[in-house]
């Protein structure tokens, strides 16, 4: 019966279902002829079309720009130049430093892991940043301590053509997301750090339970330093300038720095607090 | 489908760690990926997702087993970092709008698009990657959810989703297009 509660419900769901495009049969006979003389279906009807329709407009999504291709080209054969037999064992290391990290009770819920480890220096012990806070009161990031400082000066990162060979895939290609970052200047680096090339974190909504999005602006002493971000980390984007480097990464878990990275230049982030400063 | 001898060699190169010829399986595949990701967020933001993609699906291509197209791979992981981005952002993606304008065959009503584009945006990151895929990029629903990897009635029910939502905000917004119906 045109009109009854028991049709219109039936021919309303399916109108929708056929006016969204989510079923390939045709509209039935019926369902069609209730909408006819069912004005409150008709409309229903008219409706749901004219909303796929639009949905369906052809419309320009915008050309990739000038320039992206180059870019993408360039950030893939950096990943490959750094796919080195010899840095398999990162991820491992990365591993074993999550472990010790954890076990060192310095895991701060649901947040940050990712790792600095220079492959010819690293050092096993991983320790808690000093004022690390508890689990529930902020992130601490571990470091490992240095064997030694880096003298060496050139600068971690730079553009693909002077990747270093030993950054891991994706580290070492600009990005304008990172130069559009505030990437820390020289003055930004605390006095009387000891030689630390970490100088700043960025843990934006770095309470959020699981991976989180990291920035870190260092100055990078040495050009054989490589990274490893433990598993499940990805790097957006890796810039340097003037021997500063700022690298951002995506998906971190944890965090443990080492060589060349002085603990005392990362701190816990406040609760609140969205950006961590060295001190 | 299986990939001709050409495209085989090229994903088994590829797979090898060769980037001209990743670069060249995918360089034909890269305006469907930057098209997605600037209907998820923003033109501006796509630039650095796709080559974010890229280097990603690089890197991990010994994991594409071929069971869906490198193209269906590709946009899952663009997809993927897209929703991400969106959901880190916590916010709408404001789209330009105009970008949804297309001078040369202009739709029927601008600002009928506009409205709708807009209430897309508004989405959640997964509404509006089903919305994006199925409408925008005309992809069937097994396509779609094999893109998103889920399962097809999933699929069906973001999308339902996602229409009440549209309804209910082009209703409240006025503006008269949804009205005028």
């Known amino acids: 019966m045109v009109g009854s509660d028991m049709n219109c419900r039936h021919a309303q769901k399916t109108i929708s279902d056929w006016a969204a495009g989510l079923t390939d049969v045709d509209l039935a006979a019926e369902v069609k002829d209730h909408a006819e003389e069912c004005p409150p279906c008709g409309q229903v009807l008219a409706r749901e079309l004219r909303l796929t329709r639009v949905l369906r407009t052809p419309e320009r999504a915008g050309r990739a720009p000038a320039g992206l291709s180059a870019r993408i080209d360039g950030a893939i054969r950096a990943a490959a130049r750094s796919r080195r037999p010899g840095l398999r064992w990162l991820p491992a290391t990365a591993a074993c430093a999550s472990i010790a990290f954890v076990a060192a009770g310095g895991l701060w819920l649901g947040s940050v892991v990712g790792g600095l480890q220079a492959p010819l220096r690293s050092v096993a012990t991983a320790q808690p940043a000093p004022g690390a806070a508890p689990a529930d009161a902020g992130p601490a990031v571990t470091t490992q301590q240095p064997s030694g400082a880096q003298e060496a000066s050139t600068a971690f990162f730079d553009a693909p053509a002077k990747a270093p060979a030993r950054a891991r895939p994706g580290t070492a290609y600009a990005s304008p997301r990172a130069s559009r970052r505030s990437t820390p200047t020289p003055t930004d680096r605390p006095e009387g750090q000891g030689g630390g090339p970490l100088r700043t974190v960025l843990v934006p909504d770095a309470r959020a339970p699981g991976p989180v999005e990291v920035s870190l602006a260092m100055d990078v002493p040495a050009d054989e330093v490589s990274m490893d971000f433990g598993a499940g980390a990805e790097p957006i984007v890796a810039v340097a300038s003037e021997g500063s480097s700022d690298i951002v990464l995506a998906g971190v878990t944890s965090l443990t720095l080492a060589p060349a990275v002085s603990s005392s230049s990362v701190v816990p982030a406040p609760p609140t607090s969205r950006e961590v400063h060295s001190r | ?181």
């Open chain 2, 1 to 181: 489908m299986a990939p001709s001898g050409a495209t085989s060699e090229l994903l088994s190169r590829a797979r090898a760690g060769d980037p001209e010829a990743f670069i060249e399986l995918t360089e034909p595949l890269r305006g469907q990926v930057y098209a997605v990701l600037a209907r998820m967020v923003g033109a501006s933001d796509a630039e650095d997702l796709v080559q974010e993609a890229m280097v990603r699906a690089f890197r991990s291509l010994s994991r594409f087993r071929g069971d869906a197209s490198l193209s269906t791979w590709l946009t899952r992981i663009a997809i993927n970092l897209a929703i991400r981005h969106a959901s880190r952002r916590k916010d709408t993606v404001p789209l330009d709008a105009r970008e949804w304008d297309e001078p040369s065959a202009p739709p029927p009503d601008v600002a009928e698009q506009l409205a709708v584009r807009g209430a897309v945006a508004g989405l959640t990151p997964k509404l509006r990657a089903a919305v994006v895929l199925f409408y925008f990029e005309g992809l069937s629903l097994d396509e779609m959810a094999a893109s998103l990897r889920i399962k097809r009635g999933t699929a069906a029910s973001r999308l339902h989703e996602a229409r009440r939502i549209l309804r209910e905000r082009l209703g409240s917004a006025g503006g008269g297009w949804w009205e005028a119906t």
